[in-house]
Each structure stands twice: as structure tokens, then as C-alpha cells.
T-cell receptor, first 110, second 115 residues
């Protein structure tokens, strides 16, 4: 399937540390997006990286994309307790169809 | 608030009931989506509508019936559901997806429990 697969499934860190999550996918894509979901709520878009981009920054977020390895990483620097959530990558190869993974559950301990 | 609202937020229904989920977006988007999120499974795309026309039905059982009367409203009609249909149902909207750069805005979801 084309679904993105996040790794690790769960991550627990101390406040102030950096958190790195990875995403792998199987087919060619137009873009890859990262979303955050607080428990039992809807997803919130964080950042989009196009297939011709290699790195993108937004505040404390840094996303990389390696299309040769079909992988992406999301780095959250100087994490805060409020960053505790599940993080999903979503790949889009053609219009209208997004494929999400099962997510990485991040717990930031104060 | 993302500009996408869903009602009800929680729903408990029996297997023989008929109910509907409602989604409304206030963002001027032209595409709307239904997703199903079950525990420990990837988010599953169910239906996609562009300009009120259904463009995607991801092999969803007929007991789920979508309706999109206009670009701002999306419904999911439910009937004779099974217990395994219990999940969080998420609605999303986006700009017309004819370019490769667009993001989805999600509603808070409806937590459905089928008894």
C-alpha cells in the first residue's frame, strides 16, 4: 500500500529535548505533509514539503524529505509538554487521495 | 478552531438505527472528505467530494451513505451498522485539489459507538 508508516510508534522525552519522528512510504509522491492530533480530536496540519524540496522549517519544526529513500523525518526542537500528541505523515501522489500512517505518539514529560 | 465543525461530537447507536453525521466548513473550500479512524489503525479515507461531486469511494460498505448538498456541507448517513464500525469519524476540507500543494483542515470528529 502507499500508506506512510511512522517510526517509532511511541516516543517519550523530557521537556527541552528534541523529538525526531520518521515516515517511510512506498510509491512516488507529489508532496508529503505532517499533521498533529491531540487525543480524540481532529488533525491539525503542521507542514507540507513538496517532492522537489529536501528540507523545510516552520518555527521549531524541521522536516526533511529523501525521495530516493522514500522517507521523511520531522524534528521538533526544544520540545514542550504542549507538544504531547500523535503525529502523522500523509502522502499524496494524485489529487484528492491522502494516505496516512498509524502515527507516532509523542509524550513530553514536564 | 479550524473552521470545520462536526455534529454530533458523540453518538451511540444500535445496529438497527439510522443516524446522520454532519460536517460544515466555513473556509470557502471546494473539496470535502470523510475519514474513519479506528484504534491503532491508519486513518482511512472513505469518501471525497469536489464541487459537490463524489470523486472517490474507497470501497466503503453501502451502510455508509454520503451526501454533499453544497460545497460547505457534507453528511454521512448511517444505517444497520456493525460494532466494528465504532470509530472516530473525521471530516476534512481543502482547496480544490488540482495542484500538488494543498492542506486539509479537519473537524474535531464524531466518536461513534455501535452497540
Amino acid at each position: 500500500s502507499q500508506q506512510g508508516e511512522e517510526d517509532p510508534q511511541a516516543l517519550s522525552i523530557q521537556e527541552g529535548e528534541n523529538a525526531t519522528m520518521n515516515c517511510s512510504y512506498k510509491t512516488s509522491i507529489n508532496n508529503l505533509q505532517w499533521y498533529r492530533q491531540n487525543s480524540g480530536r481532529g488533525l491539525v496540519h503542521l507542514i507540507l514539503i513538496r517532492s522537489n524540496e529536501r528540507e523545510k522549517h516552520s518555527g521549531r519544526l524541521r522536516v526533511t524529505l529523501d525521495t530516493s529513500k522514500k522517507s521523511s523525518s520531522l524534528l521538533i526542537t526544544a520540545s514542550r509538554a504542549a507538544d504531547t500528541a500523535s503525529y502523522f505523515c500523509a502522502t499524496a501522489s494524485n489529487f484528492n487521495k491522502f494516505y496516512f500512517g498509524s502515527g507516532t505518539k509523542l509524550n513530553v514529560k514536564p | 478552531e479550524t473552521g470545520v465543525t462536526q455534529t454530533p461530537r458523540h453518538l451511540v447507536m444500535g445496529m438497527t438505527n439510522k443516524k446522520s453525521l454532519k460536517c460544515e466548513q466555513h473556509l470557502g473550500h471546494n473539496a470535502m472528505y470523510w475519514y474513519k479512524q479506528s484504534a491503532k489503525k491508519p486513518l482511512e479515507l472513505m469518501f471525497v467530494y469536489n464541487f459537490k461531486e463524489q470523486t472517490e469511494n474507497n470501497s466503503v460498505p453501502s451502510r455508509f451513505s454520503p451526501e454533499c448538498p453544497n460545497s460547505s456541507h457534507l453528511f454521512l448517513h448511517l444505517h444497520t451498522l456493525q460494532p466494528e464500525d465504532s470509530a472516530l469519524y473525521l471530516c476534512a476540507s481543502s482547496q480544490e485539489p488540482t495542484t500538488s500543494s494543498y492542506e486539509q483542515y479537519f473537524g474535531p470528529g464524531t466518536r461513534l459507538t455501535v452497540t
